[in-house]
């Protein structure tokens, strides 16, 4: 079955930059689509960053100009960070979207299997 284990979280300052990846297993040969959430204390999980086989990736208005998701050939995701700021601290989390055809989305119930997260902490 899919496993998903992300990496690369950490404390910087504001102004910083992070770069988090997210490796998964147990994937077959499909059309897969991918996301990055994260969720502060005390708030409910939001998207950030989506990213598909078709098309330009999408990013919540928060994360626009400052971070950009990619992937590679393996289904590797990757979330770089810039211009970090206090925020942006939370749990991030990898998600996937399992089937043919899917499209970007930032709504968190249409993904079917997530991480354990990483921890993200910004100061100032």
């Known amino acids: 079955q899919v496993q998903l284990v992300e990496s690369g979280g950490g404390s910087v300052r504001s102004g910083g930059s992070l770069r988090l990846s997210c490796v998964p297993s147990?994937?077959?040969?499909?059309?897969?689509?991918m996301a990055w959430f994260r969720q502060a204390p005390g708030k409910e999980r939001e998207g950030v960053a989506s990213?598909?086989?078709?098309?330009?990736p999408l990013y919540a208005d928060s994360a626009k100009g400052r971070f950009i998701i990619s992937r590679d050939h393996a289904n590797t995701l990757f979330l770089q960070m810039n211009s970090l700021i206090p925020e942006d601290t939370a749990i991030y989390y990898c998600?996937?979207?399992?089937?043919?055809?899917?499209?970007?989305?930032?709504?968190?119930?249409?993904?079917?299997?997530w991480g354990q997260g990483t921890q993200v902490t910004v100061s100032s």
């Open positions: 990213i598909s086989r078709v098309g330009p």
């Open positions: 147990g994937l077959t040969a499909r059309t897969y689509c």
């Open positions: 998600a996937l979207m399992d089937y043919p055809n899917c499209a970007d989305s930032l709504r968190r119930l249409d993904y079917s299997d």
